[in-house]
């Protein structure tokens, strides 16, 4: 069975490339200017572009089309393989789960093509993702590997902070006024992934307080029990690596990864985005 995920999800590239996942591009708008993310346009060129970015340009995303995802099917079956598991970030958020589908009727007969909805995107939809892959790797069956990620997906937290509400503004995230009063009063967003969609958890005034705020969400759904953690960033490395010891002085941690977040991410959330993506280690 092979793995596949769109590029909403976040998982280290040495994961990616030890259990074989297939990642399909998202499509990047710079004004007239579209590039394929990871393949025409990687993290740094992403960054380097929004330093000149204006309101004529300010970049978008679109979800991969149902031709792009029958490509990579028709590539995959050509190996050999029958049978393929695709992992899309959140129904609610994008509309590449409805490209999936549309793409499993188009290539109804050929292959077993089945999907999944993390309910997620970043590291949360890349975590499930591998968790897949991992456990197709050990041999297992799409019916014991299902269940599993239902119940990675039923448990998973995702709590995370932003450093300017300039790109979640504009992305639709939230409105221009609540965008105003944050301004204003310096208050940092919590932000966390509920059913789907993002939601407020939180507002403080510091960026340290965003911090300390985001690993004490993590362990109030968590506890004390063992997890697995993965620390994300927008560009902001150093912040991530001083998150990533506050988890590491609170948490149970059993597995640890730390990734960029995804340029399709990115975009909805803005350069200096952080957080933590839990999920309990059993």
Do not use: W
């Not at 490209?99 to 188009?106: D, G, H, I, L, M």
Request: aromatic fraction near 6%; hydrophobic fraction near 45%; charged fraction near 25%.
């Amino acid at each position: 069975m092979r793995i596949v995920m769109d590029d909403t999800g976040d998982i280290p590239m040495d994961l990616v490339e030890k259990y074989n996942i297939r990642i399909i591009p998202i499509n990047i708008m710079f004004g007239t200017e579209q590039f394929l993310s990871r393949v025409e346009l990687d993290h740094a060129g992403f960054y380097e572009k929004t330093k000149t970015v204006t309101a004529d340009n300010f970049p978008k995303t679109s979800q991969p089309t149902p031709f792009q995802f029958v490509e990579v099917y028709n590539e995959i079956f050509a190996t050999g393989e029958t049978e393929i598991l695709t992992v899309t970030v959140s129904e609610k958020l994008s509309g590449t789960y409805a490209s999936v589908v549309q793409a499993r009727k188009e290539l109804e007969g050929q292959g077993t093509i089945h999907l999944f909805d993390s309910q997620a995107g970043s590291a949360a939809q890349g975590y499930i993702a591998l968790e897949a892959a991992r456990m197709a790797h050990e041999g297992a069956e799409i019916d014991t590997i299902l269940p599993a990620l239902e119940k990675m997906r039923a448990s998973m937290s995702v709590v995370f902070t932003i450093d300017s509400l300039e790109y979640a503004v504009k992305g639709g995230r939230v409105s221009s006024m609540k965008s105003l009063m944050a301004s204003l009063l310096n208050i940092k967003p919590i932000l966390r992934l509920d059913d789907g969609l993002i939601v407020e958890a939180g507002r403080v005034r510091t960026r340290k307080r965003a911090l300390d705020h985001i690993v004490d969400v993590i362990h109030q759904d968590m506890g004390d029990q063992p997890i697995r953690l993965m620390v994300i960033h927008a560009n902001a490395p150093d912040d991530a690596a001083i998150l990533q010891e506050k988890a590491r002085a609170r948490l149970n941690i059993a597995e640890e990864l730390f990734t960029d977040i995804s340029i399709a991410v990115a975009i909805n959330l803005g350069p200096g985005a952080l957080g933590l993506i839990a999920f309990p280690a059993e």
